[in-house]
Structures are given as structure tokens and as C-alpha cells.
């Protein structure tokens, strides 16, 4: 039997599924900054009622924050597909060019330490940012 209980209820069962994900899966559910939540709720909402992409959102700071989670959070609130990967997992130009071919339109593409791009992929980055 499933429960949305705690993981510490002492009411569990042994062998009892808990019905929450680990990760927050939608903006009521992440624990963050309120005001630059309901901006971000905002920005979905108008969005999705232009039946446009989001614009760029650029997510900073330390590891472990959520950042990752937020941006999974902003792709299933608008209803499209999330790939991530790591800046330095991206040597070549051309391995960005191959993420960004395989992107479906409105996509959400979340690169973890974007800072450590190198120079000359970066120049990829800027035309697929203007279309």
C-alpha cells in the first residue's frame, strides 16, 4: 500500500512505498527563495500562454541548491523535454551542435558549470540562444 506519509512516520509498514519522489517535481514542492519562485511561475505562465519557449534562465550558485532540480521543475511545468549535461563534458564545438540538432523545440537544455565551457563553444551557444 502507498502512502504520501513521511519516510519517518512511525505508522510505516516495512516494505511500504512512500508516493513522493525524492526530488521536487513542481514549483509548490521546491523549497527556495519565494519571491524568485513566483517570478519563474510567471515566466512560465506567460509562456505557455503565448505558446512560446522560456527565455533564457540563468540559475547561480554553490552546489547542492537545487539548480539542477529547478530546471527539471521549469521543463515540466512548461510541458517539454530536459536534457542536461556539464560544461566540461563539452570539449568540441561539435558536441554542442549535436546536443542543440537533438533538442525538440522548446526544449529545455541545463548546462551544470557552464563557467567552465571552453571559449571556442561558447561561440556555439550564442546563435542557438538568439533563434
Known amino acids: 500500500m502507498a502512502r504520501d506519509g513521511d519516510i519517518t512516520d512511525p505508522e510505516r509498514q516495512p516494505g511500504e512505498t512512500i508516493d513522493r519522489a525524492l526530488r521536487p517535481t513542481a514549483f509548490d514542492d521546491f523549497t ?32 547542492g541548491l537545487g539548480k539542477t ?16 549535461t556539464s560544461g566540461p563534458v563539452i570539449a568540441k564545438a561539435g558536441d554542442l551542435a549535436a546536443l ?23 561561440e556555439i551557444l550564442y546563435p542557438a540562444m538568439e533563434d
Open 32 to 63: 527556495g527563495q519565494q519571491a524568485a519562485k513566483a517570478n519563474l511561475k510567471i515566466f512560465v505562465a506567460a509562456a505557455r500562454k503565448r505558446g512560446d519557449a522560456l527565455d533564457h534562465v540563468l540559475l547561480s550558485g554553490p552546489p
Open 69 to 84: 532540480t529547478l530546471a527539471q521543475i521549469l521543463s515540466r511545468e512548461m510541458g517539454v523535454g530536459f536534457r542536461a
Open 100 to 122: 542543440l540538432t537533438n533538442l525538440e523545440p522548446r526544449d529545455v537544455l541545463f548546462i551544470d558549470e557552464i563557467h567552465r565551457l571552453p571559449a571556442h563553444v561558447e
